[in-house]
């Protein structure tokens, strides 16, 4: 069955506030689960608006006149056209006439103005609108303008959300008053003074009030509605005048109240709470309390007063000195946000998640408890990831929840997260890193975070972005052990690029390439075959691989003088066949080829053949096969050229069978590579290398190498090694079981590729 609503798409309820979302166990099963069939699709259409719909006169947009949209799905529509940041004058047309018919409407942070704000949703019967942080074309006045048009909408619409919304500099009064249906009104952070207070305060359903850092000085107006306010928030209330007996006392007359707020920031060290906490004849029906950030805030306080109302449901604490004693983990049915335990911090990070203030005392008091954890906890990564997200811009924030994310990521803490979890969260960190380029411990967690092999190799997320960030770190000259870690990324992400994508990298290749150099020559040089000389040398050759501009970059860098200089120091074959790999790649470029026809470079491949190692004589033998195919470079040394050929014929003839049970040697992009080595039938030895390792590899992964050579055309070429009559027959046999192989692939497990088959 498909649901049509997401969660936060529904009904507000004000009493008791908002619970934490559902993530808890749950958040495993819903980010390892599909998206949602609606979702998909909703998708997809707004990703196709433009060819989809037709064009007005003045290039708004207008949809196919047989579409039509039910409430639910036209909701969520706009909802994923807000959330994608899609909403604009141009786009918003689509709601304009009857198509489709909007209940609970949600433009927040969209860029619209006062007349596409009217065209397309003043018409409808609203009863929610969400118009949180619009940008300043659409002010204050001209949405309640807009909305008061509708005679509907000024006596149906319950739910109004303003937060951080502009009022330009030359309005005074907000005229609330036409909205008289109006249930639950937040202005938070908006120029929203007293006598906007009185002017709501006359609503006559009015129950929900969030004032938060707003300009208000006096809240006497409020007894106008004391008999009907079950909510109200005052956050921050920074501008307020009024003596704290003042405030109390009226406070004290909103007897029906279930929900009061009246959290603080730490330093401004406010004692309202304190007061209040001291009175009996106060709040008598409450059910929700936050004293968040006040000052001389005691367990023993907080404990009488909840003990005195035993109906409460909710207290916050965060970054008081209330919240550690027994009584608030013992009290059944009370949900405290505080920094006491992690159910504590749990709980704050969910409920302030919109107060930066707060979210960044959450993250700092969460990673102190998750220094050292040994279990998996997604439910929490999710709520960092969240604060993250609301709060790009702010520092605070963004490095103490990258320091957050390592803690919950580290070692094999992140095998058991949802890989779009932590996707996400990869995402926001190089969000964060874009945001601010030039603080370094944010860019230290972040490459930290790379360094894990779930995130690295399982995770999607941008990887040009990525390898652009840590090839510049590679060249900052930081500490020994994070240039080990820059280095090790590089050598996984280069494999990960497309060559379109490495060509766009030019600038940085470059500088990553002569800096991975100077590295493998200091180690040469000190004798020193540790850790980031091999991820130094692999780095190499995945940066070189199908990049002829790269691989010239490491001629001109003297990369052959020191990878010789590699050879003749350390005997290791895990370091030969990277030395050999990159060799390879040099070898395949057919302008930069004749570097390698040297005494030196010809001397060390023909001993490497001989290898024990397969991958060191199989590697060696690539070499041999790719220079060896070129007769131009041996034009004063044939008989060289000709011994290496029997030699190479020799060590192939000597290798077990390419299907052997045994892992692949190498892994390919390509075989374009290869193909003018089938098409050497003057050259034998040559096919056979390439033969050989071409069935080695698709013998070993053929979902991915069957359907290389469907789509690169080497089919063909095999088929033609069939059909000549002077192919060697150990390159016959071998082409032809490449191609029984292929077939069986795709007859067993797939349908047959989209091109023909060159073979009956």
Same mark, same amino acid.
């Given at each position: 069955m498909v649901h049509f609503l997401h969660p936060g798409l529904s009904s507000r309820t004000i009493i008791p506030p908002d619970a934490p979302d559902a993530l808890g166990c749950c958040v495993v099963q819903e980010e390892a689960s599909p998206y949602s069939l609606v979702n998909i699709c909703l998708n997809i259409l707004i990703a196709n608006l433009e060819k989809l719909c037709s064009k007005r006169p003045d290039g708004t947009l207008c949809l196919p006149e047989h579409w039509s949209f039910p409430q639910e799905v036209a909701d969520r529509f706009l909802g994923v056209m807000t959330w994608e940041g899609k909403l604009t004058d141009r786009t918003s047309s689509i709601f304009q006439g009857n198509q489709m018919k909007l209940k609970l409407a949600s433009i927040q942070k969209a860029k619209l103005s006062t007349a596409a704000f009217v065209k397309a949703f003043c018409h409808h019967k609203l009863i929610e609108l969400d118009a949180t942080a619009v940008q300043a074309d659409l002010t204050v006045p001209d949405i309640i303008s807009g909305l008061c048009s509708n005679n509907w909408i000024r006596q149906n619409l319950r739910c109004l959300l303003l937060d951080s919304t502009s009022i330009p500099g030359d309005s005074r009064k907000l005229f609330f008053g036409q909205l008289t249906g109006l249930r639950i009104l937040s202005v938070f952070n908006v120029c929203f003074h007293n006598e906007d207070l009185a002017n709501v305060s006359r609503l006559p359903r009015l129950e929900s009030l969030d004032i938060s850092n707003t300009l208000v000085t006096n809240i006497s107006a409020l007894l106008t509605c004391k008999d009907q306010l079950k909510s109200l928030t005052m956050h921050y209330l920074k501008c307020l005048t009024m003596t704290k007996p003042q405030v109390l006392a009226v406070i004290r007359e909103l007897k029906y109240l279930l929900h009061l707020d009246i959290s603080d920031h730490r330093q401004l060290k406010s004692d309202l709470a304190f007061h209040l906490l001291q009175q009996k004849d106060i709040l008598p029906n409450v059910v929700s309390l936050d004293i968040s950030g006040g000052s001389c805030i005691t367990d023993g306080a907080v404990e009488l007063f909840i003990q005195q109302r035993p109906a409460m449901q909710f207290v916050g604490l965060l970054a008081t000195d209330a919240g550690y004693s027994d009584f608030f983990t013992t009290k059944q049915g009370l949900r405290v946000a505080g920094g006491a335990n992690m159910n504590q911090i749990s709980e704050a990070l969910s409920r302030y998640r919109n107060r930066s203030c707060f979210v960044k005392e959450a993250l700092y008091r969460l990673f102190t408890e998750t220094f050292s954890i040994q279990i998996t906890m997604p439910a929490i990564l999710k709520l960092v990831a969240v604060g993250m997200r609301n709060h790009p811009l702010d520092l605070p924030v963004q490095f103490t929840a990258s320091a957050c994310t390592l803690n919950l990521t580290r070692q094999g803490l992140a095998s058991g997260m949802p890989v779009r979890l932590l996707s996400e969260v990869t995402c926001l960190l190089f969000k964060a890193l874009k945001n601010f380029p030039h603080y370094q411990q944010l860019q230290k967690n972040c490459l930290l975070s790379l360094t894990n092999s779930r995130i690295l190799v399982d995770v999607p997320f941008d990887r040009f972005d990525a390898a652009k960030f840590v090839m510049r770190w590679l060249c900052k000259h930081e500490n020994p052990k994070m240039q080990t870690m820059a280095v090790s990324i590089t050598s996984i992400l280069a494999l990960q690029l497309s060559p379109e994508q490495t060509a766009q990298l030019k600038e940085e290749l470059f500088m990553a390439v002569k800096e991975l150099l100077a590295i493998v020559k200091q180690k040469t040089t000190e004798n020193l075959?540790?850790?980031?000389?091999?991820?130094?040398?692999?780095?190499?050759?995945?940066?070189?691989?199908?990049?002829?501009?790269?691989?010239?970059?490491?001629?001109?860098?003297?990369?052959?003088?020191?990878?010789?200089?590699?050879?003749?120091?350390?005997?290791? =074959?895990?370091?030969? &066949? %990277?030395?050999?790999? #990159? *060799?390879?790649?040099?070898?395949?470029?057919?302008? !930069?080829?004749?570097?390698?026809?040297?005494?030196?470079?010809?001397?060390?491949?023909?001993?490497?053949?001989?290898?024990?190692?397969?991958?060191?004589?199989?590697?060696?033998?690539?070499?041999?096969?790719?220079?060896?195919?070129?007769?131009?470079?041996?034009?004063?040394?044939?008989?060289?050229?000709?011994?290496?050929?029997?030699?190479?014929?020799?060590?192939?003839?000597?290798?077990?069978?390419?299907?052997?049970?045994?892992?692949?040697?190498?892994?390919?992009?390509?075989?374009?590579?290869?193909?003018?080595?089938?098409?050497?039938?003057?050259?034998?030895?040559?096919?056979?290398?390439?033969?050989?390792?071409?069935?080695?590899?698709? =013998?070993?992964?053929? &979902? %991915?190498?069957?359907? #290389? *050579?469907?789509?690169?055309?080497?089919?063909?070429? !095999?088929?033609?090694?069939?059909?000549?009559?002077?192919?060697?027959?150990?390159?016959?046999?071998?082409?032809?079981?490449?191609?029984?192989?292929?077939?069986?692939?795709?007859?067993?497990?797939?349908?047959?590729?989209?091109?023909?088959?060159?073979?009956?």
């Open positions: 075959d540790d850790v980031t000389l091999l991820f130094s040398l692999k780095a190499l050759w995945n940066l070189t691989d199908e990049s002829p501009a790269v691989c010239k970059h490491f001629i001109e860098n003297e990369g052959l003088i020191i990878f010789i200089q590699v050879l003749e120091t350390f005997s290791e =074959s895990a370091i030969q &066949s %990277k030395v050999l790999g #990159l *060799l390879n790649n040099v070898a395949e470029v057919k302008e !930069l080829s004749s570097n390698l026809v040297t005494e030196d470079v010809v001397k060390h491949i023909s001993s490497l053949l001989h290898s024990k190692e397969l991958e060191v004589s199989y590697l060696a033998a690539g070499i041999i096969a790719h220079l060896a195919s070129n007769k131009q470079h041996w034009i004063s040394c044939d008989l060289q050229r000709s011994a290496l050929l029997q030699d190479l014929h020799a060590t192939v003839q000597n290798w077990p069978s390419s299907s052997c049970k045994m892992t692949a040697l190498v892994t390919y992009r390509s075989f374009k590579a290869f193909f003018p080595l089938l098409g050497n039938f003057s050259q034998p030895e040559v096919q056979l290398w390439a033969l050989w390792a071409m069935y080695h590899v698709c =013998s070993k992964n053929p &979902s %991915k190498y069957c359907k #290389l *050579l469907a789509e690169e055309g080497g089919l063909q070429l !095999l088929c033609d090694i069939q059909e000549h009559s002077g192919a060697d027959p150990q390159a016959l046999q071998i082409a032809t079981s490449i191609l029984d192989d292929f077939r069986m692939h795709f007859m067993n497990y797939q349908k047959l590729p989209l091109c023909p088959m060159p073979f009956t």
